[in-house]
């Protein structure tokens, strides 16, 4: 009697062993099966199985089971398993989650800009995609105010080799800075905001360590009432100096401002 293997399965119809990838703090991947895509946080053992917990670049967490050939990594297909002490190092990321490129030199400044309302917008999208904009090319400038918007637009001269990105607070229907931002057309300026009064309230209130962002009468100046409602000394400089040492990443930031910002550059940097 001849003897067989207990699998049959004809060798050419079996799946390549798919390559196994410690689940590293910071691995981007994606979930086969719901095309989730997040960076690691943790990995777990439960009485199913380990489990790996991702996070979206809008701070959503995840948790998949770590099952063979269940993870895309750039594409290809693996088997996370959970690392080891003392396991090779992952690459490090930015602030705003990219993959840092390490010696990388600031690119020659295009003649595409990004601009802000304020100098706090400013100095937020520079503590958190500041690493990115250098190797892009990209210079953020602020406006002190969108009032002029259109004659801004205008002396810029935008073009195909030089767009224009504009960042808006506010930038809610029916408001001031909508009826403004309305009046810019050019093919070559992409206008886009997010809700907030000011870029203090796309802060995280736990990030700041508050239990929200108060709400400041009509006729207040704003700023000047958040400090006095959350009883700090009403100093909006030593304020702001305060929120943006919060900031730490993007994890510290509400989506409706990532994902304008992450518009923006993509908008600035396009190929003509």
Not at 43 to 65: I, M, N, S, W, Y
Not at 70 to 82: A, D, M, N, S, Y
Not at 132 to 138: I, N, T
């Amino acid at each position: 009697m001849r003897s067989y293997q207990p699998d049959l399965t004809p060798p050419w119809k079996k799946s390549a062993p798919a390559p196994e990838v410690p689940a590293e703090p910071d691995l981007v991947v994606e979930e086969a099966v719901t095309g989730f895509c997040g960076a690691v946080i943790r990995c777990e053992k439960t009485a199913q199985g380990p489990t790996v917990t991702l996070e979206d670049r809008f701070g959503k967490h995840r948790v998949f089971p770590m099952e063979p050939r269940g993870f895309l990594l750039e594409g290809r297909v693996v088997t996370l398993v959970r690392p080891s002490a003392g396991g090779p190092v992952r690459p490090a990321r930015t602030a705003s989650g990219s993959v840092a490129v390490p010696g990388a030199r600031a690119r020659v400044a295009r003649a595409g800009r990004i601009y802000v309302e304020g100098r706090h917008d400013a100095e937020l999208v520079e503590r958190v995609w500041g690493d990115d904009l250098r190797v892009e090319g990209v210079v953020v400038e602020y406006l002190e105010g969108i009032d002029d918007l259109p004659a801004i637009v205008r002396e810029f001269s935008p073009g195909p080799d030089a767009r224009l990105g504009v960042l808006v607070d506010h930038l809610v229907p029916g408001s001031k800075e909508s009826r403004i931002a309305a009046q810019v057309t050019d093919a070559h300026v992409l206008v886009v905001g997010h809700p907030y009064i000011d870029v203090w309230e796309a802060v995280k209130p736990s990030s700041v360590g508050i239990p929200g962002w108060p709400s400041v009468p009509r006729g207040q100046d704003w700023k000047t009432g958040v400090c006095r409602s959350l009883g700090w000394p009403e100093n909006t400089g030593a304020a702001w100096q305060h929120i943006l040492s919060k900031v730490g990443s993007y994890r510290d930031l509400e989506p409706q401002l990532l994902g304008r910002v992450e518009e923006l550059i993509d908008f600035v940097t396009l190929p003509s």
